[in-house]
C-alpha cells in the first residue's frame, strides 16, 4: 500500500515562497498521476495541481504562475513551489497519488499566510 506524506507547510507573510514536499513510500514509480489539493477554513477542498509520470502538468486557473509542480522520482517526492504567497493561500495543503486506479492521499500541511 502506497503511503504520502506532506510536509513544508508553515506561517509565512505574503509574498514570500514556499516549497511543499510529498514524500512516498515506499515507492513513487507505483504512482501514476499526482496532485495538490487544498481545502481553506469553511471552504470545500479544492483542486490545486496535477502531474503525470511522464511530467505533463496542469493548474487551477487561481494558480497558474504562482505555482509549480513537479516531481522527483528518484527521491520518491512530489513537490509544489508557490511563489508570491497570498493570504487566500491559506489552507491544508494534501498531495495525492492514483494508484492502482484508486486516489490515495496524504494527512495535509497547514500553510498560513500573514498579510
Known amino acids: 500500500q502506497v503511503q504520502l506524506v506532506e510536509s513544508g507547510g508553515g506561517l509565512v507573510q505574503a509574498g514570500e515562497s514556499l516549497r511543499l514536499s510529498c514524500a512516498a513510500s515506499?515507492?513513487?514509480?507505483?504512482?501514476?498521476?499526482m496532485a495538490w489539493h487544498r481545502q481553506a477554513p469553511g471552504k470545500q477542498r479544492e483542486y490545486v495541481a496535477m502531474?503525470?509520470?511522464?511530467?505533463?502538468?496542469t493548474y487551477d486557473d487561481s494558480v497558474k504562475g504562482r505555482f509549480t509542480i513537479s516531481r522527483d522520482n528518484a527521491k520518491n517526492t512530489m513537490y509544489l513551489q508557490i511563489h508570491s504567497l497570498k493570504p487566500e493561500d491559506s489552507a491544508v495543503y494534501y498531495c495525492?497519488?492514483?494508484?492502482?486506479?484508486?486516489?490515495?492521499w496524504g494527512q495535509g500541511t497547514q500553510v498560513i499566510v500573514s498579510s
Open positions: 502531474i503525470t509520470s511522464g511530467a505533463l502538468t
Open positions: 515506499p515507492s513513487i514509480f507505483s504512482i501514476n498521476t
Open positions: 495525492g497519488g492514483l494508484h492502482n486506479d484508486r486516489w490515495v
